[in-house]
């Protein structure tokens, strides 16, 4: 059976999480669409926010599939 991708939108999203909560600069971001570029911000602001706000990296694994 085949697996099937996750969209664009997903994958900028969740890497913008990951980045945030490694704290990493927002100017990491390695997308240059203005879609993408958005999507892996907010990611980065709610990674950022969970970093800030205490979150173990269990619960931030949870939160991150939930999306």
């Known amino acids: ?5 996750r969209s664009h939108s997903e994958r900028a999203f969740s890497k913008g999480y990951q980045a ?3 704290g990493r600069s927002w100017s990491y971001c390695p ?3 203005r879609a993408a ?3 892996w911000m ?3 602001r709610e990674g950022r926010a ?3 706000n205490g ?3 269990h619960a931030q694994a949870q939160k991150l599939s939930n999306f």
């Open 1 to 5: 059976m085949r697996s099937h991708k």
């Open 20 to 22: 945030g909560v490694a």
């Open 31 to 33: 997308f240059e669409t």
């Open 37 to 39: 570029r958005e999507l």
């Open 42 to 44: 907010n990611g980065w």
């Open 50 to 52: 969970d970093h800030w």
């Open 55 to 57: 979150f173990t990296p």
